[in-house]
């Protein structure tokens, strides 16, 4: 018998499920409040007020920290990583996502709040199959600016279990396939997965505009917006990452009021909601090449892949180049237990995490030299 608790701490909610012996006991999405939000600025102020979140949900079932077998997080704002799987939460990863981190993002909580709840009770706390894992092809790293890499970032956990899932109601495993995978949420991510390995991807930043985010902007208008909007640095990279995209045409990231307004004649939204499914279909038949089209199936998966308005069109634009599979909603949580099952049962190891910052040399100059972004 197992007893596992997972979380995946988002932009505006934190999501906690407890699962006993395989089976989902609960779970839930609790929301943190606009005014918690706009009081805190930086997410590391959120984490007491999210801890207390988990700690209520853990009470309400009588769970004592102590007597969980393991503690399972969405990983959050760490530095690049080999590859996925899971990674014990160490002192190098608390400090990292408290001092030096590569950006700002909610989802760095979830193992922060692990670690304070298992306190010295000796119970494991890892991430499972982070974000920042790079092991893509290296030509997929190179740009036009030598000083710039390409660095990878995307959607590996909802995906991966898609394509998992695909991968069974065939007979197959993940590993003997070709699949590209479309994440479809607040922010557009892709990849193609070569028998178990992304070898290359379109982040939310470099592909479609999304509910959230701005996707793909010519250079030489985003220079010229870069100085004329007056945000200032940080400012910016909210806006790109969370308040562009339908948000700023429309006032909402919800893509069902979207196809309202379709619905009721806005010409301008059908415009927009077109523009936004044909750059998924672009984006998908620019990773189609990345093995000279030797795709075996197509899976768009997601909270926006509901919506059969969208999943459609895009369908219609790229089942050429292989078969489409509408896989909805996101199975996170589940796939972080699952995760987590695997590495209790020995299937897979727990790997240590010892990435240093860029530009640190040392845990200790870490704690001594917090980063822009902490």
């Known amino acids: 018998m197992t007893r596992i608790l997972a979380i995946n701490c988002g932009s505006t909610s934190t999501k906690v499920a407890y699962f006993d012996d395989g089976a989902m006991i609960d779970k839930r999405s609790l929301d943190v409040p606009a005014a918690v939000l706009a009081e805190t600025p930086l997410v590391l102020d959120q984490l007491e007020y999210r801890r207390a979140q988990v700690a209520d949900f853990l009470h309400d079932h009588a769970i004592e920290p102590a007597t969980l077998d393991m503690i ?3 990983a959050g704002c760490i ?35 692990g670690v304070e709840l298992a306190g010295g009770s000796g119970v494991p706390v890892i991430i499972y199959d982070p974000t920042p894992v790079d092991c893509v092809d290296p030509v997929a790293k190179i740009t036009g600016i030598p000083e710039i890499a390409n660095l990878p970032v995307f959607h590996l956990l909802n995906p991966k279990a898609a ?20 994440q479809l949420g607040g922010g557009i991510t892709m990849a193609f997965h070569d028998h ?42 909210v806006y790109l990452a969370a308040q562009s995209g339908l948000a700023a045409w429309f006032g909402t990231q919800d893509v069902r009021q979207v196809e309202a307004m379709i619905a009721a004649g806005d010409e301008r939204a059908r415009l927009v909601y077109e523009a936004m499914a044909l750059g998924v279909a672009k984006g998908i038949g620019e990773l189609s090449v990345v093995r000279a089209g030797a795709v075996d199936q197509i899976i768009l998966t997601g909270g926006v892949a509901h919506s059969q ?15 489409v599979t509408i896989i909805p909603g996101e199975r996170e949580m589940e796939a972080l237990a699952a995760g987590a099952e695997r590495v209790l049962a020995g299937l897979e190891p727990i790997q240590d995490y010892d990435v240093l910052p860029p530009g640190y040399s ?3 100059e870490i704690l001594a030299r917090p980063s822009t972004y902490a």
């Open 72 to 74: 399972v997080a969405r």
């Open 79 to 113: 530095h690049h990583v080999p590859k996925g799987g899971a990674y014990r939460v160490n002192d190098l990863m608390v400090a990292t996502q408290k001092y030096a981190p590569p950006a700002q993002h909610a989802s760095s909580l979830g193992s922060l709040i």
């Open 163 to 182: 394509g998992i899932e695909y991968a069974e109601s065939i007979g197959k495993s993940y590993a003997d396939l070709n699949l590209i995978i479309v």
């Open 196 to 237: 178990g390995r992304v070898a290359d991807w379109i982040y939310d930043d470099e592909g479609p505009l999304s509910p959230q985010r701005a996707g793909r902007i010519p250079n030489r208008f985003l220079a010229d917006f870069c100085y004329e909007s007056g945000f200032d640095h940080a400012q910016l990279r």
């Open 309 to 323: 308005l969208f999943t459609g069109r895009i369908t219609e634009l790229v089942e050429f180049i292989a078969p």
């Open 362 to 364: 040392s845990y200790e």
